[in-house]
């Protein structure tokens, strides 16, 4: 089955900056290409939220939070979302999954992200 894997998180110091990968393995480039595709994340004793999303036709929407600061984008013939995450704050941190809209493909085990000085 499909396989999500994200990649790319690390501890940063407020202000800073990580770029966030997430590969789909065993799937074809057409399905993937014709998936909605979200970031999401869970910081410690909250539930998992929605912050990015990336429709076929590579529109995007964010929320609030994380609007002007993330940037979400995709590379179809590469089967990956990426998710820039810029000037990072402290309640940035939270392990961060990549998923479908709506969620249909099992969870990886997401990157953690962690904004502390």
């Known amino acids: 089955q499909v396989q999500l894997v994200e990649s790319g998180g690390g501890l940063v110091q407020p202000g800073g900056s990580l770029e966030l990968s997430c590969a789909a393995s065993r799937m074809i480039s057409s399905a993937f290409s014709a998936e909605s595709m979200a970031w999401y994340r869970q910081a410690p004793g909250k539930e998992r939220e929605l912050i990015a999303r990336i429709d076929s036709n590579r529109v995007t929407d964010y929320v609030d939070s994380v609007k002007g600061r993330f940037t979400v984008s995709r590379d179809n013939s590469k089967k990956k979302v990426y998710l820039q995450l810029n000037d990072l704050k402290p309640e940035d941190t939270a392990v961060y999954y990549c998923?479908?809209?709506?969620?249909?493909?099992?969870w990886g085990q997401g990157t953690q992200v962690t904004v502390s000085s």
């Open positions: 998923n479908t809209i709506p969620v249909n493909r099992p």
